[in-house]
């Protein structure tokens, strides 16, 4: 039977997150989410309990980024191990960040995009309308 230790993992926004998403290392899955609560008079909103296998110590400084686990939009967290010496223990709160997805990513660039297909729209008819020029067909 499997023992678990949990963390606590505070977020300004979970993007959907909810208890039994998975934790994972380098892609393995190593526990879930057990609990998540929720205080809106702070800044980072939301404290997100999970529970990791007891075997898996995690070194002080490690990370928990919040992550896209597919393009559907469902979420995990990512945990990324610091080079200390030093562990934390269970119940402690751990360092976390957010990776911007795939679709965040989309949303930054969408304006560029927007922008190019405008130009090359209004060069295509810049240049329709040389071809169809009576000078050029005189020619």
């Known amino acids: 039977m499997l023992h678990y230790n949990h963390y606590f993992l505070k977020y300004e926004n979970i993007d959907g997150l909810v208890i039994s998403n998975g934790v994972f290392i380098k892609g393995?899955?190593?526990?879930q989410v057990r609990d998540i609560k929720?205080?809106?008079?702070?800044?980072?909103?939301?404290?997100v309990d999970i529970l990791i296998n007891q075997d898996i110590k995690l070194p002080q400084g490690t990370i928990a980024y919040l992550f896209d686990e597919s393009m559907l939009g469902g979420?995990?967290?990512?945990?990324v191990f610091s080079d200390s010496n030093e562990f934390h223990t269970s119940g402690d709160t751990i360092t976390t960040d957010v990776n911007k997805g795939l679709m965040a990513s989309l949303a930054?660039?969408?304006?560029?995009?927007?922008?190019?297909?405008?130009?090359?729209?209004?060069?295509?008819?810049?240049?329709?309308?040389?071809?169809?020029?009576?000078?050029?067909?005189a020619s």
């Open 38 to 47: 929720y205080d809106f008079t702070k800044k980072e909103s939301f404290t």
């Open 28 to 31: 393995h899955k190593i526990g």
């Open 75 to 79: 979420k995990g967290i990512n945990i």
């Open 108 to 137: 930054n660039i969408v304006p560029s995009i927007q922008s190019t297909i405008e130009h090359a729209d209004s060069l295509i008819l810049s240049t329709n309308k040389l071809i169809n020029s009576a000078e050029i067909q």
